[in-house]
T-cell receptor, first 114, second 112 residues
């Protein structure tokens, strides 16, 4: 158990819909990351927050947004869903912004768009 | 920009045989390097990481990796494979920013 909690574990929704994925980082970790894992794209970095502020952005679509709340939990919002958005979405956390920090991953949220 | 290349999307070894999973990185600055393992229907678990210091890094479950700057490599090895090692393995790097750049992964199959 990494200490990173993600909900829901599985989600099936229709095209055009909107979903929210939730993440609670490890106790004490200030940095939260979101990654997308799909068969064709592999593991792609989406976005990073540190203590409530956005710190880095990767291959995140404009239809997707995220935020980190004062209690440090984070949410990833996916809207106008398309079939190609079906993937495993990971949340991860680390203590700080240091590059050598270990990043701990949750078990992921499986999103299926039908 | 960093990139990580894992040679071989699938590797099959016999139980008890040496495991060698290859990883090369491309970076303008010395990166921090990581190996993660993903078991079916689970998240990513850190096996080991290289930050500074000793270039031979020992991790969990008997795995180790050696950082070779001259070869820009960070190959993962285990002397004797076990059936429970069957999983997907990801090499990753981070540079000046803490986010990880992952390779495409290598699926390890262990046969009897």
């Amino acid at each position: 158990d990494s200490g990173v909690t993600q909900t829901p574990k599985h989600l099936i929704t229709a095209t055009g819909q909107r979903v929210t994925l939730r993440c609670s980082p490890r106790s004490g970790d200030l940095s939260v990351y979101w990654y997308q894992q799909s068969l064709d794209q592999g593991l792609q970095f989406l976005i990073q927050y540190y203590n409530g502020e956005e710190r880095a952005k990767g291959n995140i679509l404009e239809r997707f947004s995220a935020q980190q709340f004062p209690d440090l939990h984070s949410e990833l919002n996916l809207s106008s869903l398309e079939l190609g958005d079906s993937a495993l979405y990971f949340c991860a956390s680390s203590e700080s912004l240091s590059s050598g920090n270990t990043i701990y991953f949750g078990e992921g949220s499986w999103l299926t768009v039908v | 920009a960093q990139s990580v290349t894992q040679l071989g999307s699938h590797v099959s070894v016999s139980e008890g045989a040496l495991v060698l999973l290859r990883c090369n990185y491309s970076s303008s600055v010395p990166p921090y390097l990581f190996w993660y393992v993903q078991y079916p229907n689970q998240g990513l678990q850190l096996l080991l990481k290289y930050t500074t210091g000793a270039t031979l890094v020992k991790g969990i479950n008997g795995f180790e990796a050696e950082f070779k700057k001259s070869e820009t490599s960070f190959h993962l090895t285990k002397p004797s494979a076990h059936m429970s090692d069957a999983a997907e393995y990801f090499c990753a790097a981070s540079g000046t920013a803490s986010k990880l750049t992952f390779g495409t992964g290598t699926r390890l199959q262990v046969t009897l």
